[in-house]
C-alpha cells in the first residue's frame, strides 16, 4: 500500500502542465535609428550684436567665435547632421525693405543673402566623421537644411564633438540701429 502511493505522488508531478514552464525566452525586434546632439549656444549669442562697433562695419561682419559647441554627438547608423536659418524675426523698424513691400522686411540683401555664415572649426571623432559641402570655410546659411557633418560608418558615431563660428555681415547703409533675432536650427538624418 505504502508503495502504491508513493507511485501515485511522481505520477501526479510528472502530469504537471508544461506550458506553465515552456518559453524560450526571446527577445528581439527592429532597432529605430537614434541619435544624440548635446549642443550649447552659449548665453552670449543672443546678445552678440551688441558688440558691434565700427571696425565691424568697416570689416563688414562681426565675428561669433564659439556659436555652437557640441560635447557630444552619438547615433547607431550613418547619418548627417544639417543646419538652416530662419527667417530674422527681430529687426528695426527702420530697416529697409528689399522684398519690394510684398511681405514684412527680412535681412536678405537685394540678391537674397541671409547674412548669416557657419563654419565648422574643431570636430574630433573616433569614427569615420567628416565635415561635408565646404563647412571648414564661412558658408552661409539659408531656409533650407544645409548638410554640414557626415557621419560615414554604417555602425554609427560615437563620441564626436565639434565647434562652429557663425559670421553676421553688416553694412552701413542696411543695418541700421536696433534689435536683430535670428535662429538657426540643426537637424540630424539618418542616411538612406
Known sequence: MKKLLITGVILGLALLPVAAFAGDGDAGGT???????DVTYPAGNATALDAVVFGDYN?????????ISAATFDANDSCTVA????AWTDLPTA???TTGGTTAPKKYTDDGSSDFYLQI???TAED???IQNSFDSYVELTSSDQIFICALDDTGVDGCAFTGQAKINLAWGTDPVGAYLVTVTLTVAQCE
Request: glycine share 6%; aromatic share 14%; no cysteine.
Open 31 to 37: 532597432i529605430p535609428f537614434v541619435s544624440s546632439l
Open 59 to 67: 570689416t563688414g561682419y562681426i565675428a561669433i567665435s564659439s556659436f
Open 83 to 86: 543646419a538652416k536659418i530662419s
Open 95 to 97: 530697416y529697409p525693405d
Open 121 to 123: 572649426v574643431g570636430i
Open 128 to 130: 569615420e566623421v567628416a
